[in-house]
Nanobody, 125 residues
């Protein structure tokens, strides 16, 4: 059974940085799509960044150049380094995973079966 537990959220001022972590178990990273999604109040959940096969990464246009997704396979941990944060980045951030190919596009949230509980990120202006 795949289990995902996020940590690292918090409150920062615009321009600041945060690093989210997602400790995982029950999967083989090379065969899984791992990603970060977010949901702001009143909005649909959206993809932020994914990593496939331990190396191929994709980003939403809104975070390109500011966020970096990475993976420590020895620790089974997924990270999201968020720099130059903006108030519009405020949302609940979720780690997600499933055994599917995602090297060409960020999958829809409905495509992934396994989710963490979420961690809140709040960016003030």
């Amino acid at each position: 059974q795949v289990q995902l537990v996020e940590s690292g959220g918090g409150s920062v001022q615009a321009g600041g940085s945060l690093r989210l972590s997602c400790a995982g178990s029950g999967y083989t990273y090379m065969r899984y799509c791992m990603g970060w999604f977010r949901q702001a109040p009143g909005k649909e959940r959206e993809g932020v960044a994914v990593i496939y096969g331990g190396g191929t990464t994709l980003y939403a246009d809104s975070v390109k150049g500011r966020f970096t997704i990475s993976q420590d396979n020895a620790k089974n941990t997924l990270y999201l380094q968020m720099n130059s944060l903006k108030p519009e980045d405020t949302a609940m951030y979720y780690c997600a995973a499933d055994r599917l190919y995602c090297a060409l596009s960020i999958p829809t949230p409905a495509s992934l079966r396994y989710w963490g509980q979420g961690t809140q990120v709040t960016v003030s202006s």
